[in-house]
C-alpha cells in the first residue's frame, strides 16, 4: 500500500496530477473539495452546511472534515492505496489521519508538494472562474481569503511532514505532463 498525500496552494494543481496519478499507481483518490461540491449539489445536510464555509473561501470546520473522509476511506478499501487530495490542511486532520490510518496499520507513506507562486495561482483561478460556476474562484477576494487560510492553518503541515521525513516538493510549473513526470519520479523513488 502506498497512501500519498498531495499537497499544494488553491489552484497548484492538485485534483489536475490525480486524475492522471490514480490510474497510474491503481491508488483511490480521495478529494474533500470534489466530495464537499457533490454533497452540495445534492443539497445533503453536509452540503448545506459547508456550502457557508466555501463560498466564502474559509476551510469547512474539522470534525465536519474528518468524519466525512474517514467515511470515505471506509467506502473505498480495494486498491493499492490512497492519494490525498485537499487533505489535511490542518494540524488536527493530519493528526486525526495518522490514528485512522494506524488503526487500519496503515500510514502515510508520503506527501507530495506542488510548488508555484501565488500571483500565477490566482490567474489560473480567476480565468477557471469565467466558466466552472465555482463560487469560490469567481472573485478575487474569495481567492485572496482561500491563500490566507492556507497559509494560517495549511502550510504548518509541511513543517509536520518534514519532522518525520515524508515531505517532497516539486515544480508545479510546466505542462501537466512535465509535473505528471516530477510527480511519478518522487512516488517511484519511494
Ligand atoms: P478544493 O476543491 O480542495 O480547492 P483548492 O485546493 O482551494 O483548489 P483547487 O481544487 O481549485 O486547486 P488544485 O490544486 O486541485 O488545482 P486544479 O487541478 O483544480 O477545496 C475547496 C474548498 O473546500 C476549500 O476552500 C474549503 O472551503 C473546502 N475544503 C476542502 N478540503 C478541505 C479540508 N481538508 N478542510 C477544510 N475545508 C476543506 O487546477 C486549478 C486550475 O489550474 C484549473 O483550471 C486547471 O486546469 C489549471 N491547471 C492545472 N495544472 C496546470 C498547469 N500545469 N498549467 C496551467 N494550468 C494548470
Redesign the pocket.
Known sequence: MINIV?F????????????FLKGKYNLTHL???????FNIKNNTPLGLE?KT??D???????S??INM?EDEVEKNPHSDGFLF??????LA?AGALDLFLASKNQKITATIA?EADDE??VQ??L??GKT?G?I??QDEEKIRN?YQ??NEK?APLMDYYKEQNKFYAVN?????A??TERLSNVIENL
Open positions: 498531495l499544494g496552494k488553491p489552484g497548484a494543481g492538485k485534483g489536475t496530477q490525480a486524475e478529494s474533500t473539495g470534489d466530495i464537499f461540491r459547508a464555509y466555501i466564502r473561501g474559509d476551510l469547512v470546520p474539522d465536519l472534515t473522509l487530495d485537499g487533505f489535511p490542511r490542518t486532520q506542488l500565477i495561482l489560473r483561478l480565468e477557471r466552472s465555482r469560490d474562484d482561500r487560510e492556507y495549511t508545479g510549473i510546466g505542462t501537466i512535465e509535473i
